[in-house]
């Protein structure tokens, strides 16, 4: 399919066309999706409701490597637009799948094994619907296939057909779409602000923001030093920021004696469609204070950088 730039989108005629598509591909059956809540998912969910109503079943799948207070912050938002949304507790399984792996690729597959086919396979099966709708945008289908980073929901462009994979068929209604034309749709379909202006969000979440293994325990290291960097930069006007975990430990200092500890760095983004970006020229009185919140605050962690190389070569997310 071409890609429909953000400039050349028509956001109405748009939300018709996809609503008649899905509504035309899933007939009188069921289909299922997940609610991540960031402004893709969030975009799919709404058109797919606009689309089949009840017979659209929206899971936010509770992984253990979201955001804090992620599953219940959603929930909240998307009841206020009579969207219910069930929450799967998968903790146990996604930490099992990411025991031991340290190699970024092997980590994301990890995580798409356990997702479409553990996760959604048993809910796939539980609830006899035979379609996965998901947010599938076309920057996700670029890298893929570039071979720059594995996206986790990137299947039949590589060859991979889901439903002899998986078992159930993918619709993805925003694959000619980039970020900002995806923005356009999502405030189209009546979503609020702090949704469809939000920040991108890796599918594989906090994991793609820890260097090495996902345990639970680095996973909450990152979880509580993006919270802090959310806060504080949080007036921003940036395109993306986010906390790293580091694999290396490194030299500190605390009350006077040696302190072997963890490193975060803070990457934070100037772009438009995340195709090329440049690192936002934050104050030193900034970076100042998150340094001294992040050391101060979270346990374990003595070093704070802040990353300055542009995309390319880098990326934004770091795994």
Known sequence: MDEITAEALNP??????????????VGDGLAINALSGGVDSSAVTMLGHRALGD???????????MRQGEPERIVSVFKDLGVHVEVIDARTEFFDAMRGITDPEEKREAITQTFYRDVFGRLVKESGAKH???????????????????????????GIDPEKTFGYKIIEPLIQLRKDGVRKVAEALGLP??????????????AARVIG????????????????????????????????????RVTGMRNGERDYGAQIEIRCWDSVDARTARPT???YDLLDRLAERITNEVPGVVSVTYGIATKPPSTMEVV
């Open 12 to 25: 109405e005629e748009f939300i018709k066309q996809k609503v008649d598509e899905i509504s035309g591909t």
């Open 55 to 65: 017979r659209l079943k929206t899971y936010f799948i509770d992984n253990g490597i």
């Open 132 to 158: 996965l709708l998901q947010g599938t945008i076309l920057t996700d289908v670029d890298e893929t296939v570039a071979g720059i980073k594995r996206q986790h929901n990137v299947f039949l462009q590589l």
């Open 193 to 206: 602000e702090e949704i469809y202006n939000r920040m991108p969000f890796p599918g594989p979440a906090l």
């Open 213 to 248: 293994e996902a345990t639970p325990e680095r996973i909450e290291t990152v979880r509580q030093a993006t919270a802090i960097t959310e806060e504080e930069l949080a007036d921003v006007r940036a395109f993306q920021y986010m906390a790293i975990l580091h694999e290396d």
């Open 281 to 283: 020229r934050l104050s």
